[in-house]
């Protein structure tokens, strides 16, 4: 059974910077994409940034020039490096990791549990 587990959220300080893990367990061939997004209290989710196992980015403009988005498939791990975070950034952040659990078998997407990041002083 594939889960999610995300770590590295917390309360930072205005123009601080946060690394948000998401780690997968259970068995698969390969991660083939990580998508990020957060949510306020009443609001709707946002997307935040994507990438693939081949490379290719994609960002929200609001993260575009902050935000980093990573895969390690040796670790079976996805990353989201946030630098100069606003207090506009507190929000819950969500991964969403696609997955083939094996070479013969079609993509799976999963979602991790959410994770809080604050930015105060």
């Known amino acids: 059974q594939v889960q999610l587990v995300e770590s590295g959220g917390g309360l930072v300080q205005p123009g601080g910077s946060l690394r948000l893990s998401c780690a997968v367990s259970?068995?698969?061939?390969?991660?083939?994409?990580v998508n990020w997004y957060r949510q306020v209290p009443g609001e709707q989710r946002e997307f935040l940034a994507a990438?693939?196992?081949?490379?290719?980015?994609n960002y929200a403009a609001s993260v575009r020039d902050r935000f980093g988005i990573y895969i390690d498939n040796a670790e079976k791990t996805g990353s989201l490096r946030m630098n100069n975070l606003f207090p506009e950034d507190t929000a819950v952040y969500f991964c969403?990791?696609?997955?083939?659990?094996?070479?013969?078998?079609?993509?799976?997407?999963?979602w991790g549990q959410g994770i809080q990041v604050t930015v105060s002083s």
């Open positions: 259970g068995k698969i061939y390969n991660i083939v994409a």
């Open positions: 969403n990791v696609v997955v083939r659990k094996n070479t013969g078998r079609a993509a799976e997407d999963y």
């Open positions: 990438r693939t196992s081949g490379g290719g980015t």
